[in-house]
């Protein structure tokens, strides 16, 4: 394991940004998102991003293609670039479990081009979490907080960030930093062994940490959906997008094309299961009521995508939605009306 | 607050078994102190168990009157002084039915944000003791006392009344701090008087945050379109993300110009912002310009009068002049 003051933590963002973009938690205007690094970025390690990670591999808008028409032929333009490798820095264990919940969406058959590039030329350095937020429920999707994966994990403790490799290319980036690290030792160690238990002990105290969701099995799918209670649970939802928008795992898009002096640009950008024209089709619309809008949202996290993939849920516990809505409705008190028998 | 709480559940309960309303549109309580819902109440039954009304009851829910026209019988809804003015707004355009609809105003000393009581350290917040400008947050980790200004809504920060201007009976127990309609302009006029590059970089900077959840436009009493332009496909600026570099700024115009003669200042737009954009400011701005070019107007401040966008008057400005006059 090697250590970096947390005061030359400019000097290891300049030095890994100038081959390579890097892309990390930045406030701007009061508010931190991941973007890109820049010389005087105000990074801010110690707050949750308003938006998640995902962006980098899942932009909120994407060009696909470009079409032009001269008579009665089409060119259709490619407009993917060559994605170059960059680093995304600073990701939570529950940001970087909803990857993995993005490839069972996106790297399977037919594989989305698209996604694929930029996932193949990330490297993710993620950052244990040492000051867990009262919304926060990651534990009981089974995600250890104090230990997220990636290519390269960093904890923060004392004054230094520490960093570990642990894949190929956590190495490789490694390599091109090393010179700015020192050696931790087993002094070291021991701290960051502490923290984690500490952590790991408010972690277990959160109020939604031990949210039971044993009552979302697929065998219960339609006992699920016909719950009374979606009408109370739905009843004051504005039909906004705050909590896809903000959601690590949504991964829904509505592809369009715009006219633009250039040819027509088809380009695809995030949709919302909560919006009034999500499942517009040529016949009409399938969900009429904010109430279909809302459940479908929370029987897809919970019920369709854990029955198409071994059980895994598409939620990961990362509490933006308990934080953004602008209701206060959200998964956490949805998994505690309707899911298992142990919620209170 | 805990003694309005109860006097407001007295209120709902009788109205309810008195037969004078069919039901409820209030609070209920969260699993939190401050994540409280809106919510229709049916019964006794239903008050009894999650009714609440503390200082984190913020949300303006003269908008949900909207939707509950098309249901039978009486509601009662509990009214904030700001949100009487949304209300009063509705009843204009022709939005609500005003005769099924029983109002009680409730006392107000300014909602608190959580995120700011967050931004003070202040984690695992389970309830408060409001002493006037003083307020003890209960926390799991101890009390603390904060100035209640610090930690306010910003939309009660710059609370422009506290007047009830629509009411069947009031329910007020303490003596509401005066508001100054006119202290909300200050920030107005901070923007008014940087230099236009200045003020696009600062407009720039906030809304290019914007993600455009449209929680917004969906908070906003004023939306009430059935089909909005920017869901419509028809419209050829129909849009769920910004196609292009700062196109957002589209959708902030547009909606704010709309708006523009029926905006409240409720400030229901920045409270639920997710990335925090002072939306407010650009509704704000024209609400000042309005008050210097026809005269000072509230929107909502009454059912009647005539709106100065809506109606020409011989006295008008000329349009343009004002940026003749280098404003």
Same mark, same amino acid.
């Given at each position: 394991?090697?250590?970096?003051?947390l005061?030359?933590l400019?000097?290891? &963002?300049?030095? /890994?940004?100038?081959?390579?973009?890097?892309?990390l938690p930045?406030t701007?205007?009061?508010?931190t998102?991941?973007?890109?690094? !820049?010389?005087?970025?105000e990074v801010n390690l110690s707050v949750q991003t308003?938006?998640?990670?995902?962006?980098?591999?899942?932009?909120?808008?994407?060009?696909?293609?470009? &079409?032009?028409?001269?008579?009665?032929?089409?060119?259709?333009?490619?407009?993917?670039?060559?994605?170059?490798?960059?680093?995304?820095?600073g990701?939570r264990?529950?940001?970087?479990?909803?990857?993995?919940?993005?490839?069972?969406?996106?790297?399977?058959?037919?594989?989305?081009?698209?996604?694929?590039?930029?996932?193949?030329?990330?490297?993710?350095?993620?950052l244990a979490c040492s000051r867990p937020e009262?919304?926060?429920?990651?534990?009981?999707?089974?995600?250890?907080?104090?230990?997220?994966?990636?290519?390269?994990?960093?904890?923060i403790?004392? #004054?230094?960030l520490?960093?570990?490799?642990?894949?190929?290319?956590?190495?490789?980036?490694?390599?091109?930093?090393? %010179?700015?690290?020192?050696?931790?030792?087993?002094?070291?160690?021991?701290?960051? %062994?502490?923290?984690?238990?500490?952590?790991?002990?408010?972690?277990?105290?959160?109020?939604?940490?031990?949210?039971?969701?044993?009552?979302?099995?697929?065998?219960?799918?339609?006992?699920?959906?016909? %719950?009374?209670?979606?009408?109370?649970?739905?009843?004051?939802?504005?039909?906004?997008?705050?909590?896809?928008?903000?959601?690590?795992?949504?991964?829904?898009?509505?592809?369009?094309?715009?006219?633009?002096?250039?040819? @027509?640009?088809?380009?695809?950008?995030?949709?919302?299961?909560?919006?009034?024209?999500?499942?517009?089709?040529?016949?009409?619309?399938?969900?009429? *009521?904010?109430?279909?809008?809302?459940?479908?949202? *929370?029987?897809?996290?919970?019920?369709?995508?854990?029955?198409?993939?071994?059980?895994?849920?598409?939620?990961?516990?990362?509490?933006?939605?308990?934080?953004?809505?602008?209701?206060?409705?959200?998964?956490?008190?949805?998994?505690?009306?309707?899911?298992?028998?142990?919620?209170? | 607050?805990?003694?309005?709480?109860?006097?407001?559940?007295?209120?709902?309960?009788?109205?309810?078994?008195?037969?004078?309303?069919?039901?409820?549109?209030?609070?209920?309580?969260?699993?939190?102190?401050?994540?409280?819902?809106?919510? $229709? &109440?049916?019964?006794?039954?239903?008050?009894?168990?999650?009714? @609440?009304?503390?200082?984190?009851?913020?949300?303006?829910?003269?908008?949900?009157?909207?939707?509950?026209?098309?249901?039978?019988?009486?509601?009662?809804?509990?009214?904030?002084?700001?949100?009487?003015?949304?209300?009063?707004?509705?009843?204009?355009?022709?939005? @609500?039915?005003?005769?099924?609809?029983?109002?009680?105003?409730?006392?107000?000393?300014?909602?608190?944000?959580?995120?700011?009581?967050k931004a003070?350290g202040?984690?695992?917040?389970?309830?408060?003791?409001?002493?006037?400008?003083?307020?003890?947050?209960?926390?799991?980790?101890?009390?603390?006392?904060?100035?209640?200004?610090?930690?306010?809504?910003?939309? +009660?920060?710059?609370?422009?009344?506290?007047?009830?201007?629509?009411?069947?009976?009031? /329910?007020?127990?303490?003596?509401?701090?005066?508001?100054?309609?006119?202290?909300?302009?200050?920030?107005?006029?901070?923007?008014?008087?940087?230099?236009?590059?200045?003020?696009?970089?600062?407009?720039?900077?906030?809304?290019?945050?914007?993600?455009? +959840?449209?929680?917004?436009?969906?908070?906003?009493?004023?939306?009430? +379109?059935?089909?909005?332009?920017?869901?419509?496909?028809?419209?050829? @600026?129909?849009?769920?993300?910004?196609? %292009?570099?700062?196109?957002?700024?589209? *959708?902030?115009?547009?909606?704010?110009?709309?708006?523009?003669?029926?905006?409240?200042?409720?400030?229901?737009?920045?409270?639920?912002?997710?990335?925090? $954009?002072?939306?407010?400011?650009?509704?704000?701005?024209?609400?000042?310009?309005?008050?210097? &070019?026809? #005269?000072?107007?509230?929107?909502?401040?009454?059912?009647?009068?005539?709106?100065?966008?809506?109606?020409?008057?011989?006295?008008?400005?000329?349009?343009?002049?004002?940026?003749? !006059?280098?404003?």
């Amino acid at each position: 394991m090697l250590k970096i003051e947390l005061n030359k933590l400019n000097d290891l &963002f300049a030095k /890994i940004s100038s081959s390579t973009d890097l892309i990390l938690p930045v406030t701007v205007a009061g508010e931190t998102n991941f973007a890109k690094y !820049e010389d005087g970025a105000e990074v801010n390690l110690s707050v949750q991003t308003v938006k998640s990670a995902k962006d980098s591999f899942f932009p909120q808008a994407e060009d696909l293609m470009k &079409f032009k028409t001269e008579g009665k032929k089409i060119d259709i333009i490619d407009v993917r670039e060559k994605v170059e490798s960059f680093v995304l820095f600073g990701v939570r264990a529950c940001d970087y479990r909803s990857f993995e919940i993005l490839d069972r969406v996106f790297l399977v058959d037919p594989i989305d081009t698209y996604y694929k590039a930029k996932r193949e030329k990330g490297v993710i350095v993620t950052l244990a979490c040492s000051r867990p937020e009262e919304s926060c429920f990651c534990s009981a999707f089974g995600i250890d907080a104090t230990n997220p994966l990636g290519d390269v994990t960093t904890y923060i403790a004392d #004054g230094f960030l520490y960093w570990n490799a642990n894949t190929d290319k956590g190495n490789a980036l490694t390599d091109a930093v090393k %010179d700015l690290f020192a050696q931790a030792d087993s002094n070291d160690e021991a701290k960051i %062994d502490e923290q984690k238990k500490n952590t790991k002990e408010i972690l277990s105290k959160l109020p939604y940490a031990n949210v039971d969701l044993s009552g979302f099995t697929p065998d219960k799918l339609n006992e699920l959906f016909n %719950d009374a209670k979606w009408e109370e649970l739905s009843e004051a939802c504005l039909g906004c997008g705050s909590c896809t928008f903000v959601c690590p795992t949504c991964q829904c898009y509505d592809i369009k094309d715009f006219k633009t002096n250039d040819g @027509v640009k088809r380009f695809r950008c995030w949709d919302s299961c909560m919006y009034a024209d999500f499942t517009k089709m040529a016949h009409g619309n399938s969900r009429n *009521f904010q109430l279909q809008r809302f459940r479908q949202r *929370f029987m897809h996290k919970l019920v369709y995508y854990p029955s198409n993939n071994e059980g895994i849920y598409s939620c990961v516990g990362c509490g933006r939605c308990v934080k953004k809505c602008p209701i206060s409705m959200n998964i956490a008190k949805v998994i505690k009306t309707i899911g298992g028998k142990n919620n209170d | 607050m805990q003694r309005i709480e109860n006097l407001m559940k007295a209120k709902a309960i009788e109205l309810l078994e008195n037969g004078t309303v069919n039901r409820v549109l209030g609070w209920t309580a969260g699993d939190f102190y401050y994540d409280n819902t809106p919510a $229709i &109440f049916n019964s006794k039954e239903e008050i009894e168990k999650s009714f @609440v009304y503390n200082s984190f009851c913020g949300a303006n829910l003269s908008k949900y009157l909207v939707k509950e026209r098309k249901n039978e019988g009486k509601i009662l809804v509990f009214l904030k002084p700001c949100d009487t003015y949304s209300f009063n707004q509705l009843v204009k355009e022709h939005r @609500v039915n005003k005769d099924n609809i029983y109002i009680v105003g409730i006392e107000c000393q300014g909602h608190l944000s959580i995120e700011a009581i967050k931004a003070k350290g202040i984690d695992g917040v389970v309830g408060l003791e409001e002493n006037g400008e003083e307020v003890t947050v209960k926390s799991i980790y101890g009390d603390k006392t904060v100035v209640r200004g610090e930690v306010m809504l910003e939309k +009660c920060l710059s609370c422009k009344s506290k007047k009830h201007v629509a009411y069947d009976e009031l /329910i007020i127990v303490n003596e509401m701090p005066e508001a100054d309609s006119m202290k909300r302009f200050s920030k107005v006029a901070e923007l008014e008087a940087m230099t236009a590059d200045e003020r696009f970089a600062f407009w720039k900077s906030e809304l290019s945050k914007c993600i455009r +959840c449209n929680a917004c436009r969906n908070v906003c009493p004023a939306c009430t +379109c059935t089909k909005c332009v920017f869901d419509n496909p028809e419209s050829g @600026v129909d849009a769920k993300a910004n196609a %292009d570099k700062f196109e957002e700024k589209l *959708f902030h115009i547009i909606r704010s110009f709309h708006v523009t003669g029926r905006c409240t200042d409720c400030g229901e737009c920045s409270r639920v912002c997710p990335q925090n $954009i002072p939306l407010h400011l650009i509704n704000r701005k024209y609400i000042k310009d309005i008050n210097e &070019f026809y #005269g000072e107007y509230q929107a909502g401040a009454d059912t009647e009068s005539k709106a100065p966008l809506t109606a020409f008057t011989t006295s008008d400005i000329e349009p343009g002049s004002n940026l003749k !006059e280098g404003k």
